[in-house]
């Protein structure tokens, strides 16, 4: 069973940055897609940017050009760069497999106002 841990959250004025870490127990990490999801309030959980085995990016067009997702196998982490937030980025943003495991970690919070 893997086991997931974000942190990395917090409050940002718009136009900010934040970087979210994800450590997973677990060998099979280097052998999945990794994904970054958010969940706003009252909102779908939603998949806003992946990274293939190897390196391969995807990303929402919402935050195409705005965010970085990297991982470091060695250390079965995976990372989310977040520039120039806006509001509209404001969620409990999540990491975990493409498709997603079972088990959900529990989170870190992002929150973007002035």
């Known amino acids: 069973q893997v086991e997931l841990v974000e942190s990395g959250g917090g409050w940002v004025q718009p136009g900010g940055s934040l970087r979210l870490s994800c450590a997973a127990s677990?060998?099979?990490?280097?052998?999945?897609?990794m994904g970054w999801y958010r969940q706003a309030p009252g909102k779908q959980r939603e998949l806003v940017a992946a990274i293939s085995t190897y390196g391969t990016t995807n990303y929402a067009d919402s935050v195409k050009g705005r965010f970085t997702i990297s991982r470091y196998s060695a250390k079965n982490t995976v990372y989310l760069q977040m520039n120039s937030l806006k509001s509209e980025d404001t969620a409990v943003y999540y990491c975990?497999?493409?498709?997603?495991?079972?088990?959900w970690g529990q989170g870190t919070q992002v929150t973007v106002s002035s």
């Open positions: 677990g060998s099979i990490f280097s052998r999945n897609v």
């Open positions: 975990n497999a493409r498709p997603p495991w079972p088990n």
